[in-house]
């Protein structure tokens, strides 16, 4: 069995998105997974996410996670 670690994006109303600029391929480890969202929520937020779920082999590992700045 390979190792699949995936985003899901929720927008603000918690429905689950997609499209163009949403990465839906797996990541080899949850390193990997973390370190690219490290590097892309920013991103993200500016497409209109609002929080995001990783998962690992179809398992909830955590989210929902807020992009939302902490108040």
Known sequence: MSDAWTWTYLDADGREMSGDGLVTTAFPSQSDAE??????WH???AQGV????LWHEG???YGPMSLRAAE
């Open 35 to 40: 370190n690219w969202f490290g590097e892309s």
């Open 59 to 61: 398992q909830l590992v």
């Open 50 to 53: 609002d929080a995001v779920n």
């Open 43 to 45: 991103e993200l937020g």
